[in-house]
Every structure is written in C-alpha cells, then in structure tokens.
C-alpha cells in the first residue's frame, strides 16, 4: 500500500498543486506553448487528473477521463508525489516502468525544463496548504 | 564516485563474425520461431543482399515465408502497417531485420502488431505501453551508426500529423543481433563516415551524460576507441572487413551506452537542423559533436577528459593540452582528416543551414527533449555562439 490512503486527499492536494502551476507565469507560458492535453492516470489510490494546454489559459480538470489526451501518463500515487520532489528521474522510471506514457515521449520530454521550478514549489505549497506531513527530507 | 542508482538491461544476443551469415543455425536453433518474415530495403535488393540472407536462413533450418522489401528512408506507419500485414498473411512467427535503422526500427514496430494487434499510433507509441515479449526479431544491421539492433526504441514517421513519433519499450529489444562486416562493405565512403561518426556521438555523449553509469561508461569508451582507430581505413577502403567489423561492433556497444545514458545537447542540435533544415542526423551529429561538447566542457570538463586515453589522432603540441580539450581536438582532427578527404561536412553552411537560421536552431535545441540530459542547462543565448563557431 502507498503513502496516500485517501483518494480525496490526493486529488485535491496534486490537482491544488497543477492549480498553483498555473499562475505561475514562466511555467503557465511554456504549458501554453505546448498545447498539449495530458492525461495523469494515478493508482493507489484511483486519480485522474487531466493538464489541457490546449486553449488560451491551462484548465487543471479532475476526474475527466473522456477529453482525447495528446498524452497519457500512468504511475501510482508514490512515484508521482516524489516526481513533483524532482527525485524521479522520467527517463529511468519509464524504463523501469515505474511510469507508462502513451502518445508522444519527446512533447513530455520538452516540457521537462519548463516543470524544472515546480520542484522548489511543491515542499513550500505542501508546507503553506497543510499536507507539510507529506514533505519528504 | 558511482551514481546513486542505475541499471543496465541488455538481453540481446550479440554474434560477431565476418561471413557470419552464412552460418547462424547455431543461434537460430535456440529460437522457437521457424517461420520467419525477412524485413529490408530496395537499395539493399539491388545489392542482393535480402536474396543471400534469405538462403543463408534457409540452410539453417529456418523458413523464410516472405519478405518485404518496401521500407522507406524515413520509416513510416503505413510501411510498418503493411509489413505486418505481410507477415499476419504468411504465418511468420517472427522477423528479420536486415538494414540500417530504418528497416530495423520498422521491424520493431510490425512486430509490434504481428504479435499483438491493434493500432500502432494509438495503442502503442510511448515508453512502456507493451506488456509482455513479441514474437523474436533477428536484427543484423548493414550500416554501422544507430545501434537500434541494441536498443529498445524504435523513430517512425506519422505521415498523418507529420509527427516523428517513438516506441520505447524494453520488449523492443530485439532478440538477436547479428554483427556481419561483410554486409558493411557496399555502404558508400560518405555514409560509412556519417554514420560512424553518428556512433561516436553516440558514444562521447552518453559518456558525459548525467545518466552514466560504469556500465555505460565503459562501452563508450570502448566504442569510441574502436571508431578512431578504424574510421579512415574504412573510409579509404570499404573492403577492409577487419575496419568494418570495429565500427559494426562500436555502432552496437555505443547504441548499448546511449540507451542507458541518454545524449545530449549535440543531438538537440541536430534533431533541430534535421526539422528545420533537413539535414541528416549523421552529418549533423558530425558536424555538431565538437561544438556541443565546447558547450558542455565548463560543466564535464573532468568526465570528458577520461576519454583522452581512447582518441588518437593528435598533434605533439595537442598531446600537451588538458585532457577534455584532447578529446574535443581529436574529434575536430578526425571530422577534419575526413572532410580532406571529401567524405564529411564539418560546417553547418556546407550541409544547407543559412545563418540567419541559427537562432532558430538555438531556440529548437532548448526545446528537444535530449536538452533535460544535457550536463550543462540548455539555454538559447548561450549555446548560439557555438552554433555559430559551426556554421
């Protein structure tokens, strides 16, 4: 079993998390750039988080699993939380199949710089939105 | 010091041997597969070489059902729809795979749909999306540069949305790769150039890439030692089964590194020559190599220079410099020694960029995705310059 029992909880506090991404002006540009629609499909516990690019501003949508993603990235809850650390290396855990992706690698391998800041955020807004039990040192 | 983790997955079986061909009932005999599709090229048609393959399977006691021969430069969907297609009609219960990276790569991905069905773009491209092995693929490969007879990925063009789209999967792997200098010796002095030297970025990239590991590590070195001894004479002679064979052995070793390592900013380079300027991969590798690795000297300065002990090459006062800058001279020399001898570009003006191109070429190059494996950060302004010392 994970880290994360609660569905409700991982959901709300990852898709808080895209939420804050998106204001944020170096990374909501260079999503914007890609178009892209990305389908996160989460286990243990069941998530799904879809990233849509692909109009004027980033829409962070929960649960939506009938817009046609450009990508579709699998993985548990786990490795997820500890990507958005920067400790997950994309590359090693699609080739040890940590994580899944469908559709075209080098559109997500591009957006890796741009995501590159979001793991100085992701402790500081765990910290200020109350899952600070979830930080990893 | 090691990296904190990595791992190394290698399970296909390498043979070696000139005119090895011609005998290979040995290592068929351990595949299940009996019936086998043989996947090639016209070009290769007209050297006959898929009719001698074919023979050589046959004597060793495997049936070749059919063959398709239709695999374009670029290898698209379409061509690896109809290869499977191809081989669901005749039976096959495996593939064989004889050319460059195109054929193989299309091979990969037929085995794809002989084995499970279904629809190529939509269910399979991306990393990991296969859940158990295909059918065997046999890949014996006629020119010496991508070493996708080693790797788990596959590049094949989606005319539909004019997408390059990619397969990575270690079910990939294909299942024998037969290393034959003989089926080498018709590549042209130009290509047999190009291609080597896309091996040897392959190599020295992956080498101070981020992602090594002493795994990885030591292929490259391996493979790049094997590539400066050998280029030239192969260039100068294409019989030369000895030379052909160290390069057909470097291609694979140094594919073996990449796919573990990763590569870097000269790849982002010339992935952005090729899309916008349509150059070839191999020659913009070649002419890319010593310029990104100027880039990357500040940051892997010390990691580079553990390759000095494997170049050669270099002049007595070269032999004085600090080992990275060896490296990077050697790699200028050997480009230049084959542009004397009219084989290889060594200039991005030479191969059809124009200047004002190259802030665009910058710009690609951050957004490649091989820029997140670079040692150094990809930034537009700061690797500009470098474009321009190649232009």
């Not at chain 2, 042209?188 to 002493?214: C, F, G, I, N």
């Not at chain 2, 191109?357 to 910058?362: F, S």
């Not at chain 2, 997140?372 to 930034?379: A, D, L, S, T």
């Amino acid at each position: 079993m994970g880290s994360f029992t609660s569905r409700e909880e991982f959901e709300t506090m990852l898709g808080g998390f895209f939420d804050h991404l998106t204001v944020v002006p170096s990374i909501e540009e260079k999503l914007l750039a890609s178009k892209l629609i990305i389908r996160f499909k989460y286990t243990d516990p069941d998530v799904v988080l879809v990233v849509d690019c692909s109009g004027d501003t980033v829409e962070i949508r929960r649960g939506d699993a009938e817009t046609k993603a450009t990508v579709e990235m699998f993985m548990t809850a786990d490795v997820a939380h500890r990507f958005w650390f920067g400790k997950v290396n994309l590359m090693m855990a699609l080739t040890r199949k940590q994580m899944v992706a469908k559709g075209p690698v080098p559109k997500i391998l591009e957006l890796l710089p741009a995501i590159k800041p979001a793991y100085e955020l992701y402790p500081t807004y765990l910290r200020e939105n109350g899952y600070a039990r979830h930080v990893i040192d | 010091m090691l990296p904190l983790f990595f791992e190394f997955h290698s399970p296909t079986k390498v043979v070696y041997g000139p005119g090895l061909i011609a005998d290979l009932q040995a290592e068929l005999s351990q595949i299940e597969a009996r019936r086998y599709l043989l996947v090639s090229d016209r070009t290769l048609e007209r050297l006959g070489l898929p009719a001698r393959v074919a023979a050589s399977l046959e004597d060793a006691g495997v049936e070749v059902v059919g063959s398709f021969l239709d695999v374009p430069e670029n290898s698209e969907v379409s061509a690896v729809r109809a290869c499977a297609e191809e081989a669901v009609a005749a039976g096959a219960e495996g593939l064989v795979a004889l050319g460059g990276g195109s054929v193989i790569d299309t091979a990969k991905c037929a085995d794809i749909l002989l084995s499970e069905g279904g629809y190529l773009v939509d269910d399979y491209s991306g990393a990991g999306t296969l859940t158990r092995p295909l059918k065997p693929l046999i890949a014996i490969p006629t020119t010496a540069g991508t070493g996708s007879e080693v790797t788990q990925a596959a590049v094949i063009l989606d005319e539909a949305g004019s997408v390059k789209l990619s397969f990575s999967d270690k079910f990939l792997l294909p299942t024998l790769a037969v290393l034959d200098p003989e089926l080498t010796v018709s590549l042209p002095p130009r290509l047999t150039a190009s291609t080597a030297m896309d091996a040897l970025s392959h190599a020295v990239e992956s080498y101070v890439s981020p992602q090594w590991s002493p795994m990885s590590e030591a292929l490259a070195a391996g493979a790049a030692r094997l590539i400066f001894v050998n280029l030239e004479a192969a260039v100068a002679d294409g019989s030369d089964l000895e030379a052909r064979g160290a390069l057909l052995t470097a291609a694979a070793m140094a594919g073996i590194a990449f796919s573990h390592a990763m590569v870097g900013c000269v790849h982002g380079m010339a992935h952005a020559v090729g899309g916008l300027y349509h150059v070839a991969h191999g020659a913009a590798n070649a002419i890319l190599l010593p310029h990104g690795l100027a880039y990357n000297r500040e940051v892997v300065g010390e990691r580079l220079g553990g390759l000095a002990p494997f170049v050669s090459g270099l002049t007595s006062d070269e032999e004085q410099l600090d080992p990275a800058d060896r490296v990077i001279a050697a790699i200028r020399n050997l480009a230049g020694r084959l542009n004397g001898a009219g084989v290889l570009a060594t200039r991005l003006r030479d191969v059809g960029v124009p200047k004002e191109g190259l802030a665009a070429v910058a710009e690609a190059t951050v957004r490649d995705g091989t820029s997140f494996y670079n040692p150094r950060e990809v930034v537009a302004e700061e690797i500009l310059p470098h474009l321009r010392n190649a232009y």
